[in-house]
C-alpha cells in the first residue's frame, strides 16, 4: 500500500506570495492532518479534517487554511507569506482519527522557503 | 505550543551501546507515542502506549510510561549508525484529536 504523499517536496516562495501544499493519504484513510516544523517552534498542529470537514483547529492566524476533497486528498493554502512561515510542512493520514490510538502516518513533508 | 521535553536534545553514543532518551509532558494524557525522523524527513511512528500501560516493547525498543510523574522514556538498545535520527514523544492531551510533541532528542549513533 502506498504511503502519504506530498507534492511538491520543495517550493520557494517570495513575501506577499500564497501558496498550496497537497497531501494524498494512505489508501482507505479519510483523516488528514497537517504539522508545521520549525526550528524555533517544533512541531505544531495546524488543523485536521474528516469526510471534508475542518474537525480540529490549531492556533495559527487565518492566513493558513485547508480543504478535504471527496477521495480524502487534501490541500493546505498559505496567504500573503511571511518569512516565518518558512518551515517543513508535514500532512499525516489516519483511518478515521478522532482518537490517538489510530496511528498517523506522515509523509516526507514539504519544504517551503519564503524569501 | 509544545506539550513536552525530550531530555538529552543530543545524544551521541557507539555502535552496539543502548540509548536512552526522556520525555517529560505537561498535562493528562490518554496516550503517548514515540517518532524518529531523519533529517528534515518526515516522522516515521514507532510505538504508541496507554496511559493504562507502564512499559511496552518492540523489537529493539523499549518505552516506559510515569504518568504519576509525567514522563515516558525510549530506550533503543544495541544500537546501530542508522538509528541515527531525532526521535519526538508526542501526546495527545487528554483526547485531542491531534498530536502535542516534544522538543525531540538528536541521536548521533557512531559506527
Known amino acids: 500500500k502506498a504511503g502519504v504523499t506530498q507534492t511538491p517536496r520543495y517550493l520557494i516562495k517570495t513575501r506577499g506570495q500564497q501558496v498550496t501544499l497537497s497531501c494524498s493519504p494512505i489508501?482507505?484513510?479519510?483523516?488528514v492532518s497537517w504539522y508545521q516544523q520549525t526550528p524555533g517552534q517544533g512541531l505544531q498542529f495546524l488543523f485536521e479534517?474528516?469526510?471534508?470537514?475542518?474537525?480540529n483547529k490549531g492556533n495559527f492566524p487565518g492566513r493558513f487554511s485547508g480543504r478535504q476533497f471527496s477521495n480524502s486528498r487534501s490541500e493546505m493554502n498559505v496567504s500573503t507569506l511571511e518569512l516565518g512561515d518558512s518551515a517543513l510542512y508535514l500532512c499525516?493520514?489516519?483511518?478515521?482519527?478522532?482518537?490517538?490510538?489510530?496511528?498517523?502516518?506522515f509523509g516526507p513533508g514539504t519544504r517551503l522557503t519564503v524569501l | 505550543s509544545q506539550q513536552g521535553e525530550e531530555d538529552p536534545q543530543a545524544l551521541s553514543i557507539q555502535e552496539g551501546e543502548n540509548a536512552t532518551m526522556n520525555c517529560s509532558y505537561k498535562?493528562?494524557?490518554?496516550?503517548l507515542q514515540w517518532y524518529r525522523q531523519n533529517s528534515g524527513r518526515g516522522l516515521v511512528h514507532l510505538i504508541l502506549?496507554?496511559?493504562?500501560?507502564r512499559e511496552k516493547h518492540s523489537g529493539r525498543l523499549r518505552v516506559t510510561l510515569d504518568t504519576s510523574k509525567k514522563s515516558s522514556s525510549l530506550l533503543i538498545t544495541a544500537s546501530r549508525a542508522a538509528d541515527t535520527a531525532s526521535y519526538f514523544c508526542?501526546?495527545?492531551?487528554?483526547?485531542?484529536?491531534?498530536?502535542?510533541f516534544g522538543t525531540g532528542t538528536r541521536l548521533t549513533v557512531i559506527p
Open positions: 499525516a493520514s489516519s483511518l478515521v482519527g478522532g482518537s490517538l490510538t489510530d496511528t498517523q502516518y
Open positions: 489508501s482507505g484513510h479519510r483523516s
Open positions: 479534517y474528516f469526510s471534508e470537514t475542518q474537525r
Open positions: 498535562t493528562s494524557i490518554n496516550n
Open positions: 502506549i496507554r496511559s493504562n500501560e
Open positions: 508526542a501526546t495527545d492531551r487528554g483526547g485531542a484529536n491531534n498530536l502535542f
